[in-house]
Each structure stands twice: as C-alpha cells, then as structure tokens.
C-alpha cells in the first residue's frame, strides 16, 4: 500500500482525503496541540509527532511514498496586509524550509506542497524552488478551486507536484459539475439561534437589502470586504475561512452557518470527530484542506504513477 506522511497537518483534511484515495497516512505532524489531538482523535492509526518542525529530527520519521504538506500560508496571504511584514510573519513562511529538510532526507519519490496562490509571490519562492530542484525535483506549479472538482465552495489554491523526474507532474483534473451551496444548508427555521437583519450593523443590512433585489428572500450574506450584496444559494459557498464570515438569510432573518454546514462545506465527512469549544472547531475547519481537494489529487497521481 502507497504510505504517506503528513506535514502541518493540521485537525487532517490532507490526511482524511489520502486515505479516502488509499494512501496510508504513516505519520502526522503539526505544532498545535490540540489540532494534533483531534488528528489523532480521527486517524488513530497514524503516529503522531507535536512540534515546530523546524526542529524535527528527519530520521525518526517512517518511510513513505507521499510526502503532504501545508506550510503556514497566513504569512503569504494578501488578506494579513500589513501584518505580512513582521517577524511573526517571516517565521510563517520560513515553514516552507521544512519541506526541504524532510525531502533532503528521505528523497520521498512525490510531495504534494498546498498553500495560497500568492506563496508563488514570497521573495524567497525562487531560491526555495531552486533548493527542491537541485534535490532532483521536478516542479508542476497547478491553481486548483476545489468547486471545480465537486465542493459545494470556490476555494482556489496552489498546488505544487514535485517529483523525482525529469518530466514534471502536471495536475489535469477533470471539471465537475458546480454543487450548490443549497446542497449542505439546513433551510429550516427550527432548531437554529435566528437574529432580526434589523439588529445588524448598517453594513450587514446594506448588504442583504441588495441580496434581496437580487436573490429574492432566501440567500447568503458574507462579510468579506469587498462584498456589497448576497449570494445565491444556487451557487458554491464563498472561500471558507477560520472565522465565520457567512450567514443565512430567510425572508428578515439571518443566523451564522452551522459547523455542520462548513465543515460540510470543506468537505469533511459527518462523523468527523471536532472540538467542544466552537471558536476552535471554526479555526481548524478554515484552516483545513478539503478532503476532497486532497482524495482527488492523490488518485490522480496513484492512476499516473
């Protein structure tokens, strides 16, 4: 069986979609503790390792076939602003260097590197490229939406294939059918904490006012920036993030989505085990790889390797 390892795994989107495509997902690593809890609490079979892997001993780490990894993308996104320049933020992309390491030590045949599209834009992406690549690595540099490939969300990221061949690896999904964000709501009034539209800030009834020109009296609302208007229900959920910016609007009504809702948004199968504090479910959801996004790709190289 083809074994994987799991670097930055956080609570194991990356993971969960290996092993739906039939990767053994060896061993797991992440500096937050509690997304290494519930890591395990859901792949349990997998050896578990807590620390900045910056400091990782490559040794100690099993054999694989696969190396995942998603360095910390918050230092590279356009949305930090101003705090992509602080050391905080340095030492964020500096995780990068991590995938490097573990490749250097084990030659690992493929690497799946995840991060937002504008990691291509860090100053050090060149030299970082370059280290991989005189690793013996080619690179297939790929923009993936994982609502092209069947998520109920648009959710563009970078994906980087590298592999120990003279001829890089280029990702050629095939387009699915776009799902609906209708597909995972529960449109029903009872069971759920509704507020009054009325209540918000004028932002907020600016913006669900236009919905309701546009969308009629049930839509989305999401408080992104740039947002002036709804979103239909018809269409794929905006960008998951790790705070809930999506709400639900039913007639003068409106209420946040579910964890149910975004984890199934993500992705996540039901059953998937999550913390009892809401705040961190929210953080480790949006900051997950959909499951999808990751069994996809993995049966795309198992069927071409």
């Given at each position: 069986?083809?074994?994987?390892?799991?670097?930055?795994?956080?609570?194991?989107?990356?993971?969960?979609?290996?092993?739906?495509?039939?990767?053994?997902?060896?061993?797991?690593?992440?500096?937050?503790?509690?997304?290494?809890?519930?890591?395990?609490?859901?792949?349990?079979?997998?050896?578990?390792?807590?620390?900045?892997?910056?400091?990782?001993?490559?040794?100690?780490?099993?054999?694989?076939?696969?190396?995942?990894?998603?360095?910390?993308?918050?230092?590279?996104?356009?949305?930090?602003?101003?705090?992509?320049?602080?050391?905080?933020?340095?030492?964020?992309?500096?995780?990068?260097?991590?995938?490097?390491?573990?490749?250097?030590?084990?030659?690992?045949?493929?690497?799946?590197?995840?991060?937002?599209?504008?990691?291509?834009?860090?100053?050090?992406?060149?030299?970082?490229?370059?280290?991989?690549?005189?690793?013996?690595?080619?690179?297939?540099?790929?923009?993936?939406?994982?609502?092209?490939?069947?998520?109920?969300?648009?959710?563009?990221?970078?994906?980087?294939?590298?592999?120990?061949?003279?001829?890089?690896?280029d990702l050629n999904l095939p387009k699915k059918e776009l799902v609906p964000a209708?597909?995972?709501?529960?449109?029903?009034?009872?069971?759920?904490?509704?507020?009054?539209?009325?209540?918000?800030?004028?932002?907020?009834?600016?913006?669900?006012a236009n919905g309701r020109k546009d969308h009629g009296s049930v839509f989305l609302?999401?408080?992104?920036?740039?947002?002036?208007?709804?979103?239909?229900?018809?269409?794929?959920?905006?960008?998951?993030?790790?705070?809930?910016?999506?709400?639900?609007?039913?007639?003068?009504?409106?209420?946040?989505?579910?964890?149910?809702?975004?984890?199934?948004?993500?992705?996540?199968?039901?059953?998937?085990?999550?913390?009892?504090?809401?705040?961190?479910?929210?953080?480790?959801?949006?900051?997950?790889?959909?499951?999808?996004?990751?069994?996809?790709?993995?049966?795309?190289?198992?069927?071409?390797?």
């Open positions: 069986m083809t074994r994987g390892i799991d670097l930055f795994a956080g609570a194991g989107g990356t993971s969960t979609g290996a092993m739906q495509a039939g990767v053994d997902i060896v061993w797991a690593a992440n500096h937050n503790p509690s997304a290494v809890e519930f890591h395990a609490k859901n792949h349990p079979t997998a050896k578990h390792v807590c620390q900045d892997l910056h400091q990782a001993d490559w040794s100690l780490v099993p054999e694989h076939d696969i190396l995942y990894a998603s360095p910390c993308c918050q230092g590279h996104s356009r949305a930090a602003g101003k705090v992509k320049a602080t050391i905080k933020a340095d030492a964020s992309r500096s995780t990068a260097w991590a995938v490097v390491s573990c490749l250097e030590a084990h030659k690992t045949p493929v690497a799946v590197i995840e991060n937002v599209e504008d990691f291509l834009l860090w100053s050090l992406y060149e030299p970082w490229a370059f280290a991989l690549k005189k690793l013996g690595y080619s690179l297939s540099v790929n923009l993936v939406n994982a609502a092209d490939i069947g998520a109920p969300q648009n959710r563009r990221r970078l994906i980087i294939v590298a592999t120990r061949s003279a001829k890089k690896f209708r597909t995972i709501m529960d449109l029903n009034m009872k069971g759920h904490a509704w507020d009054k539209v009325s209540n918000r800030v004028a932002a907020t009834q600016s913006r669900v609302d999401a408080a992104y920036g740039s947002a002036t208007s709804g979103r239909s229900l018809d269409k794929p959920l905006g960008t998951v993030t790790t705070v809930n910016k999506h709400s639900l609007i039913i007639e003068d009504n409106i209420r946040p989505l579910t964890i149910g809702e975004i984890a199934a948004a993500q992705t996540f199968p039901k059953g998937y085990i999550w913390p009892k504090s809401k705040t961190l479910t929210k953080l480790m959801i949006g900051n997950a790889v959909p499951p999808l996004m990751s069994e996809v790709i993995s049966e795309f190289i198992l069927k071409a390797a």
